[in-house]
Structure formats: structure tokens, C-alpha cells
């Protein structure tokens, strides 16, 4: 099936951008590397009047580490953050989330932003800003707001952006003091590629004993958007990450997820995958904890 007719317009700056919004209103949408939008598009699910192309944009592109932790603008491509060694050094969940995005071919036009903006709730982007409170910044014609990642989401699909707001950067912020930290991510999927049935997030921080100093527990796929798990960071926190703490992590989960069955999976399936998947992050972020030196980023 063909798109519906539209109109397109490549826009050469943030500001064109937003006044292409502001005079458009919800006719108007952005596209950024099109691997969601061309296909919904295609399939007539989505019809905007008129597309504005951010791709040529400078000002949307780039990773830097800023005081206040890394920095990745919207129209960053999602191959660009999988080589970057400033993601790589200081944000190694989200390095380890993005091989599971897509496939190389989306990868090369997807964005970070356009992962972002689109809020799929097993998005593998979304779950890691989820665990590391990332804050996003959203502009339209005369202003400018930052928000924080909880509560951007308000169901699949869905967030508090308005239609005539940009997404112009995400901002990941550094844990800082002297722990000894440790990322965990997995996810299931029916294929490589594909998004997530069940995916999961850790980052956790260990002093010079042992003991859990923080901790970041989030899941996608369970449920309408990537969410974290309070409970069970309470579970781990001043625990030595051992046995008992993990069956409180587990219970946690028991107590927070509440997945819908739907083509890929059954509800129970996934409340299991969900309690495995956990415990495996945890672990993983405890091994490489134990390993690093104190201080090391995440
Ligand atoms: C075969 C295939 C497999 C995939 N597998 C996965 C997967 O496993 N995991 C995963 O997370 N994704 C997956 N994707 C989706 C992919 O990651 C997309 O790149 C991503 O969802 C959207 O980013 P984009 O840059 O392509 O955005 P687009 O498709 O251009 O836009 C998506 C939406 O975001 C809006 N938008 C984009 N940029 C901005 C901005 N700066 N400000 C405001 N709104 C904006 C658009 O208006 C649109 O509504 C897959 C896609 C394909 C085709």
C-alpha cells in the first residue's frame, strides 16, 4: 500500500523546524530516519499532511559528555551511538542495549531521538533512559522545556509531547561518588532484531564491602509503557546482592508487573520471562561490579 499524498519539506534548522509546527499545527510531523513512520505511513496508519524532513540538521546531531552526564541530540543515527566511545565508556547500558535495536540496516537511518519520540514500551532506548532518569529537552516556536523521562511516557505510543514540540536532545546523567558499578541488559524476542517480548535493565553501585549503595531495576514489554521497578531497587539497596535479596527482587516483580497476552505472548509467560530476566541483570551487574575498580564510570 502507498502513503497517503503529502507534502515534504527539508528543514535547515531547529527554528524552521518549529514554525513548520506552529503554522501546520497536528497536520504537520517530523521525520528523522523514517524506519517507523515509513512503514506506518505506508500502512495508512499514519497520514500527516506534511512531512518535515530534520535529517540535514547539524544543530541534531552529535554525542558530548557535559558536566551533568552525556548528551545525545535527537537526529544522533543509532549505529553513530553504537561506535561511540563516549557511550561506550560512560553509558555501557545503553551500549549494551542498542545492538538489540533494530537490525544494522535501521540502525543507519534510526535515530535516538526518533526511538525516543515514539515511546514504544519494548523499545530498548526508552528502557535504558528509563533506568538512568534521562532527561529530555523539547522545543517549539519561542520555547523551550526539559522533562524528565518518568512520566514522558503515558501509554504505548503515547507521551506528553505536544504535536507542535521537537525533540532536540537527551541528556543521561552520570552516577557520581566512588562506588563500584556494574550494568546488566537482556531482553527475549522471537527473532533477533525484533522488538522485545520481555526486555531488562540494571545499573547498580557497590562500596568497597559489597554492600549495594544504588540501584536502577527497569523492564519493557510488560506493560503500556518502559517502567522501573522501585520496589526492587529497595531489595537491593544495603544488601550484599545475595540470595535473599534476590528473592525479594523477584517478588517485587511478582508485585509490579502486570503484562497482557497478546500475538507474540501470553500474559504468563511473560510475568515469568520478566522475574528471569531481572534476576539475570542483577547478576550480570553484580558480576562486573565486583570486577571493577571504584569509581569506574557508569
Ligand atoms: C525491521 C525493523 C526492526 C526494528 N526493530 C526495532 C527494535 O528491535 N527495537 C527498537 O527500539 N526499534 C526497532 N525498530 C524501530 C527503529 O528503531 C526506529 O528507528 C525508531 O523506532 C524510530 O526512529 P526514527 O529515527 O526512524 O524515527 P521516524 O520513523 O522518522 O519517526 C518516528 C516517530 O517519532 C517522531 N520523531 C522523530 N524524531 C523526532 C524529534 N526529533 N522530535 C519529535 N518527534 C520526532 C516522528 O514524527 C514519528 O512520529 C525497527 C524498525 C524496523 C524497520
Same mark, same amino acid.
Given at each position: ?11 535547515d534548522?531547529i527554528?524552521?523546524v518549529?514554525?513548520g509546527?506552529?503554522?501546520s ?9 523514517? !524506519? ?27 554525542i ?9 541530540k ?9 561506535k ?10 545503553? $551500549? ?8 544494522? *540496516? ?5 535515530? #535516538?531521538?526518533g526511538?525516543i ?7 530498548e532506548i526508552?528502557? #535504558?533512559?528509563? &533506568?538512568?532518569?534521562a532527561?529530555?529537552?523539547? %522545543?517549539?516556536?519561542?520555547?523551550s ?14 507521551t ?10 537527551i ?10 558499578r556494574?550494568?546488566?541488559? *537482556?531482553?527475549?524476542?522471537l527473532r533477533h532484531?525484533d522488538? $522485545?517480548? #520481555?526486555? $531488562?535493565?540494571? !545499573?547498580?553501585?557497590?562500596?568497597e564491602?559489597? %554492600? ?11 506493560s503500556g ?9 529497595? $531489595? ?6 545475595d540470595?535473599p535479596?534476590?528473592r525479594?527482587?523477584?517478588n517485587?516483580v ?21 522475574? %528471569? ?15 571493577? &575498580?571504584?569509581?569506574d564510570?557508569?
Amino acid at each position: 500500500m502507498k502513503a497517503a499524498p503529502f507534502e515534504y519539506f527539508v528543514a535547515d534548522s531547529i527554528d524552521e523546524v518549529t514554525t513548520g509546527l506552529a503554522d501546520s499545527g497536528e497536520e504537520a510531523t517530523i521525520i528523522a530516519g523514517g !524506519q517507523t513512520l515509513v512503514p506506518l505511513m505506508a500502512m495508512r496508519l499514519a497520514r500527516p499532511a506534511l512531512l518535515i524532513d530534520v535529517n540535514g540538521i547539524g544543530d541534531l546531531q552529535g554525542i558530548d559528555l557535559l558536566a551533568g552526564g552525556v548528551r545525545i541530540k535527537a537526529c544522533t543515527r543509532q549505529s553513530d551511538a553504537l561506535k561511540s566511545t563516549i557511550i561506550g565508556e560512560r553509558l555501557p547500558l545503553l $551500549a549494551k542495549a542498542l545492538p538489540y535495536v533494530g537490525h544494522a *540496516q535501521t540502525r543507519n537511518r534510526g535515530t #535516538v531521538g526518533g526511538s525516543i519520540a515514539l515511546g514504544d514500551p519494548a523499545a530498548e532506548i526508552p528502557l #535504558v533512559a528509563t &533506568a538512568l532518569d534521562a532527561r529530555i529537552t523539547l %522545543v517549539k516556536k519561542g520555547n523551550s522545556r526539559e522533562l524528565s523521562i518518568h512520566g514522558f511516557y503515558q501509554g504505548p505510543m503515547m507521551t506528553s509531547r505536544e504535536p507542535d514540540e521537537c525533540i532536540t536532545e537527551i541528556l543521561f546523567p552520570q552516577w557520581q561518588g566512588e562506588g563500584r558499578r556494574g550494568t546488566g541488559f *537482556q531482553e527475549v524476542s522471537l527473532r533477533h532484531g525484533d522488538f $522485545a517480548i #520481555v526486555a $531488562a535493565a540494571a !545499573q547498580i553501585s557497590v562500596g568497597e564491602d559489597g %554492600v549495594c549503595a544504588r540501584a536502577s531495576v527497569a523492564l519493557g514489554g510488560v506493560s503500556g509503557t518502559p517502567f522501573r521497578i522501585s520496589a526492587a531497587e529497595d $531489595a537491593l539497596r544495603g544488601t550484599m546482592i545475595d540470595d535473599p535479596a534476590l528473592r525479594a527482587v523477584a517478588n517485587a516483580v511478582d508485585q509490579a508487573v502486570d503484562p497482557q497476552s497478546d500475538l507474540h505472548a501470553s500474559a504468563s509467560y511473560r510475568r515469568r520471562v520478566a522475574k %528471569v530476566l531481572v534476576e539475570r541483570v542483577i547478576r550480570e551487574a553484580a558480576r562486573e561490579a565486583a570486577n571493577h &575498580a571504584a569509581g569506574d564510570a557508569p
